[in-house]
């Protein structure tokens, strides 16, 4: 897929990850419709990246309002082949903590917006993209899905959120396998640590001290790298039903 073809909705395309992947597209000429709950973020990303985005206020973890929306942005933006899920939210706690343990709906609200809100924009792309008209190779849209290295070795307090993530890693090949009848591919990127809103006001002390626990480069992830990967994998129509980890080699301590 040529960037400049592409008609992608990106969820928490307002900021953070997500931005940079949309920055990246419409730099090339694509289309982008944002999915984002915060709406004064959405105004001034869309203001940014001009007349090739559009704005959509929307909670992921909500199944009718995504379907709703990706109609809308569908018939915006000319159709769509191409979904990257980068809406997410951390969910940090013990399950057992010093007031005691996690409460269900922390867990719940976790998984809803970080695995169940990936599911509800996948399928809601899918459904629209089997009816794409087939390009090379048969290929009728891709879907990029965000995990994170949590998924793999998650430190302490971070249960919810590597479960999460965790579940995003393993719907990635067995989606992969059902759409490859409709011609649709599905990647998943896991990144590492990276520099986003997120860490905005980390004291000093401890933004050095994530950065020199990766081992090269010795700095956090920057936005753009992730944009990038994902670029590569809507353009390589072999990657399909894998997990690329973007990290510089990290490998998450207990703690």
Do not use: W
């Not at 973890?61 to 809308?72: D, I, L, P, R």
């Not at 899920?85 to 409460?103: D, F, Q, T, W």
Request: glycine residues 12%; hydrophobic residues 45%; charged residues 20%.
């Amino acid at each position: 897929m040529q960037l400049s073809d592409v008609r992608a909705v990106i969820t928490g395309g307002a900021s953070g990850l997500g931005f940079a992947v949309a920055t990246h597209l419409v730099k090339h000429g694509g289309r982008v419709a944002l999915f984002d709950v915060n709406a004064t973020r959405g105004a001034e990303a869309v203001a940014a990246l001009g007349e090739r985005a559009h704005f959509y206020p929307t909670d992921v973890a909500h199944e009718e309002t995504v379907k709703a929306n990706m109609a809308e942005a569908a018939e915006a933006m000319g159709g769509i082949n191409a979904a990257i899920n980068c809406a997410g939210i951390l969910g940090a706690g013990r399950v057992l903590g010093k007031e005691g343990a996690m409460p269900l709906s922390q867990f719940e609200t976790t998984v809803r917006v970080n695995l169940i809100g990936s599911f509800n924009v996948a399928k809601a792309a899918a459904e629209r993209m089997q009816h794409n008209i087939a390009g090379e190779d048969g290929e009728r849209g891709v879907i990029i899905n965000t995990a994170s290295i949590a998924a793999f070795e998650g430190q302490i307090g971070q249960a919810a959120y590597s479960a999460s993530k965790g579940g995003v890693v393993a719907m990635t090949l067995p989606m992969a396998r059902e759409f490859a009848r409709i011609g649709v591919r599905v990647m998943t990127v896991a990144p590492g640590v990276f520099h986003t809103p997120m860490v905005d006001g980390m004291p000093q002390a401890v933004y050095d001290s994530l950065c020199a626990q990766v081992p090269y480069p010795s700095r956090l992830g920057k936005p753009e790298e992730f944009a990038e990967t994902c670029a590569f994998i809507l353009h390589n129509r072999y990657l399909n039903g894998g997990v690329i980890r973007v990290d510089g080699a990290i490998r998450l301590q207990p703690k």
